[in-house]
């Protein structure tokens, strides 16, 4: 009948309008963090997330215990880690998220619970503790629980995303001026990722549905015919190719895109690793390895990607380790694993490239502890189209060091 009729369209359009005012109603801050976060175990993890600097060999790491820990790798006077400054507010609760801003020594972008908090820390430091004068918090109604950070290749824009918030905000940090871009359907942000080159922007969703934004005028296309929502993504060196994840589906598919053209929805998805788990030799032991993807991380040099797999995935307590090729066509071939001591398990996973020959990937483990590995470049033999782990690997990687 016409009544009842007339009351589904008000119950689905309320259903829509709650996606976009209040995408997540029933679930706490901490849940949502927990949740919603690119750290795997997020709320047990002594680290809750970490990020290398660009250009210096220092890392920020933010603990379990609201502090962000800036730790100098090198000693001027040894060949052991430097000291640490520690970074404390009362804004600064639940990080979950962290990031260096480019062509800066000194400038750290923390999003937590609170907002984001912009740190100026400057070097060399006369104190072990910095005040809450060092830092500037920045803010916009309802835009809190922030998961994802992400600096524009400029270092000039900071882009931020909250599960609970149906808009993506454009931060002009010089002017301290927050523009608010509507997402209208797909429900509230989860990740943003600028492109290496600058111009488009990956934004992520709570659920199946996710964008990518060139940013000359901020208009952008959407993918809404995905299985579950994206997991996880990276983009390529050249800003031309993102590697995506979905949440249930243990594949890694890619797009392309060229010049700054949207494709109006009609780029194809290409599959180009399958991760369902098989058997393979690690230490001497046979292990099953292999399931949904929980983190990506591409490594700037377009030679290395890394993998953590989920919780309940085989082998979870590994990662994995892909050499790759972009051209002619994206190319990838199993490389060996990394494995922590005893009991760990991988939590974030990052790559750095300054001054080294190579590229150090360093993976923080649910202990606390951060290893570093360097992984020298050969050249990639011919590849076959869709990658397996069943496919042979090289050997597995011993760290350098460890802080």
Request: a neutral charge; aromatic letters at 8%; hydrophobic letters at 40%.
């Amino acid at each position: 009948s016409s009544p009842v009729k007339a009351c589904l369209y008000c119950v689905r359009s309320l259903r829509k309008l709650q996606t976009v005012f209040s995408p997540q109603p029933h679930l706490s801050s901490k849940d949502i963090c927990a949740k919603f976060s690119a750290t795997r175990l997020w709320s047990r993890s002594v680290i809750r997330c970490f990020a290398m600097h660009p250009r210096l060999q220092k890392v920020a790491i933010a603990r379990q215990d609201n502090v962000v820990e800036i730790k100098d790798l090198i000693s001027p006077t040894s060949n052991r880690p430097g000291r640490s400054v520690l970074l404390r507010d009362k804004q600064q609760v639940d990080v979950t998220c962290i990031q260096w801003a480019p062509h800066c020594s000194n400038l750290l972008a923390v999003g937590s619970r609170g907002g984001i908090l912009l740190w100026t820390v400057d070097h060399p430091v006369t104190t072990s503790r910095l005040l809450s004068s060092w830092v500037r918090t920045e803010t916009v109604p309802g835009h809190c629980v922030i998961t994802s950070i992400s600096w524009s290749p400029h270092g000039d824009l900071l882009i931020s995303a909250s599960p609970v918030d149906a808009h993506l905000v454009v931060w002009d940090v010089m002017l301290g001026v927050a523009t608010r871009i509507s997402v209208a359907t797909g429900g509230g942000l989860v990740a943003v990722a600028w492109s290496p080159d600058g111009r488009r922007v990956l934004t992520t969703s709570t659920m199946s549905v996710f964008r990518v934004w060139e940013t000359r005028n901020w208009t952008c296309d959407k993918w809404t015919n995905a299985s579950s929502r994206c997991r996880a993504a990276c983009w390529s060196p050249n800003g031309e190719t993102m590697v995506f994840a979905l949440e249930r589906d243990p594949s890694l598919y890619y797009l392309l895109f060229q010049g700054e053209e949207i494709t109006d929805g009609s780029a194809v998805a290409i599959k180009c690793a399958d991760l369902s788990p098989c058997v393979h030799s690690v230490d001497g032991e046979d292990v099953h390895v292999g399931g949904c993807v929980h983190s990506l991380a591409w490594d700037p040099s377009g030679e290395r990607m890394a993998i953590i797999f989920t919780d309940d995935s085989p082998g979870s307590e590994l990662v994995a380790v892909f050499r790759t090729r972009l051209s002619p066509i994206l190319e990838l071939l199993p490389g060996g694993f990394v494995r922590g001591r005893h009991g760990e398990l991988p939590v974030s996973i990052q790559f750095h490239t300054q001054g080294l020959e190579g590229t150090l990937l360093a993976v923080a483990w649910n202990s606390g502890r951060i290893s570093f590995v360097l992984h020298r470049f050969t050249q990639c033999p011919v590849l076959p189209e869709v990658t397996s782990l069943s496919h042979q690997y090289n050997s597995n990687y011993t760290e350098l060091f460890s802080i």
